[in-house]
């Protein structure tokens, strides 16, 4: 390892650490290598966007920005996301209010409408309406990359 710690501990201390999280879940982490070789580890809470995409059942945001809207979720899911949110070290001082009020932007920029109730089968008829609608940008997205591959071959 380029700093000199023992990588086998690192990894056995890793793995440990996130045993209990389910595989596939990104989890931010910062490492402080000190003088000594020793080392601290924190592992934050999953990015918010993962959270929120979650909640909303979606595996990807809105691809144009503005009124495009990719999914939904509750002022509940927001609450709840903020909770866990509110455990991260960076997040430890600042009021749920203010988490909120951030993952609620958050969910904006990601194309996720915000509402104080869902319907469980419209949403799930706006989920597969919204399945066309990214077939069809794929689609155009493609015709894109083709048209400029051929421009530039």
């Known amino acids: 390892m380029q700093r000199g710690i023992n990588i086998a501990a690192f990894c056995k201390d890793f793995n440990e650490r996130t045993k209990d999280m389910k ?17 601290e580890l924190i592992i934050h809470k999953p990015l918010a966007t993962f959270l929120l995409m979650q909640a909303a ?18 002022l509940k899911h927001i609450y709840e996301i ?13 009021p749920l209010e203010t988490i909120c009020k951030m993952m609620i932007g958050t ?21 597969e309406d919204r399945k066309e609608i990214i ?19």
Request: net charge neutral.
């Open 135 to 153: 077939a069809q940008q794929r689609k155009e997205l493609d015709e894109k990359k083709e048209a400029r591959m051929l421009r530039t071959g």
């Open 23 to 39: 595989e596939g879940i990104p989890l931010p982490c910062r490492i402080t290598v000190n003088a000594d070789r020793s080392y």
């Open 57 to 74: 059942g979606i595996a990807k945001g809105a691809m144009d920005g503005g009124p495009e809207v990719a999914g939904k979720i509750t």
């Open 82 to 94: 903020a909770k866990i949110k509110a455990e991260d070290p960076p997040m430890e001082c600042t």
């Open 107 to 127: 969910a904006r920029s990601c194309g996720i409408e915000v509402v104080r109730h869902l319907d469980p089968v419209e949403y799930a008829q706006f989920l």
